[in-house]
């Protein structure tokens, strides 16, 4: 199946938009994690830009804990722009599915991860785990392994 310009140019958009969207996470929590330096141990060089000063009437638990559901909320945005490329390029509804679903595993199980070091007091030996996994949904990694998958498929099916 030959994509048409118009088709082209919309992928080429929400690519833009998932590149701008992975710059923009990347502000927020670099900012997060000064912020989270400086009020930890207390430190007076702070580095956070001045559009996220807001940051400093926070806790130390308030700004390790929100990383969660910001994690959780850029997961779904990224997922929406992978499902939107999926559906571009491919026009398959099963695709688009199982890239929802990738997203959702993987997100899921990045926690699973997390929980189960708090509940067993084996942090340490999880977190780095459940870092990588969520980092999984937070980068183009993950899209692009589903399009070189989907790609594979779609080219054996025509075979």
């Not at 958009?13 to 701008?20: E, G, N, R």
Request: hydrophobic fraction near 55%.
């Amino acid at each position: 199946m030959t994509l048409t310009r118009r088709t082209k140019v919309s992928i080429a958009v929400l690519i833009a938009l998932y590149i701008a969207t992975g710059f923009f996470r990347e502000f927020i929590f670099l900012n997060i994690n000064e912020q989270s330096r400086v009020t930890y141990y207390q430190a007076t060089d702070s580095h956070v830009a001045p559009s996220m000063h807001w940051l400093s009437g926070l806790s130390y638990s308030t700004l390790y804990y929100a990383k969660w559901p910001l994690t959780l909320l850029f997961t779904a945005c990224f997922a929406f722009i992978s499902a939107a490329i999926v559906r571009k390029w491919f026009s398959n509804k099963n695709f688009v599915k199982i890239t929802w679903l990738a997203y959702a595993i993987t997100f899921a199980a990045a926690l699973l991860f997390y929980l189960a070091g708090a509940v067993t007091d084996a942090r340490e030996s999880t977190y780095g785990i459940a870092r990588f996994l969520a980092g999984l949904t937070e980068t183009p990694a993950l899209l692009v392994m589903l399009l070189a998958s989907f790609l594979a498929l779609r080219s054996r099916d025509s075979v």
